[in-house]
């Protein structure tokens, strides 16, 4: 069992910049990828972020080139920096843990999530 706790969210202005983080327990955390994923309300569940375990990462064409996404396996904790935010960003964000090392842009392929933490950019 792996348990994720997110933090980081928050108000802020178009343009400005968050990091959200999302810190696991359990001691297989570095043989797991982990993904980002966001949703709007009315909207579906989409993926932002995957990092395997390795630290390789894809986004979203939505944001590439605004939000990197990385980890420290030794602190067990997956972020996301997100920049040059815009109001579409608004969502409510979830950390998510798949129990294998190649992460997948499917929802349902992902094992354990986060509580979730609320972006909320203003125009």
């Known amino acids: 069992q792996v348990q994720l706790v997110e933090s980081g969210g928050g108000l802020v202005q178009a343009g400005g910049s968050l990091r959200l983080s999302c810190t696991a327990s359990?001691?297989?955390?570095?043989?797991?990828?982990m993904a980002w994923f966001r949703q709007a309300p009315g909207k579906e569940r989409e993926l932002v972020a995957a990092?395997?375990?390795?630290?390789?990462?894809n986004y979203a064409d939505s944001v590439k080139g605004r939000f990197t996404c990385s980890r420290n396996n030794a602190k067990n904790t997956v972020y996301l920096q997100m920049n040059n935010l815009k109001p579409e960003d608004t969502a409510a964000y979830y950390c998510a843990c798949r129990s294998i090392w190649y992460g997948a842009s499917v929802a349902d392929e992902y094992d354990f999530w986060g509580q979730g933490t609320q972006v909320t950019v203003s125009s």
């Open positions: 990092i395997t375990s390795g630290g390789s990462t």
């Open positions: 359990g001691r297989t955390f570095n043989s797991y990828a």
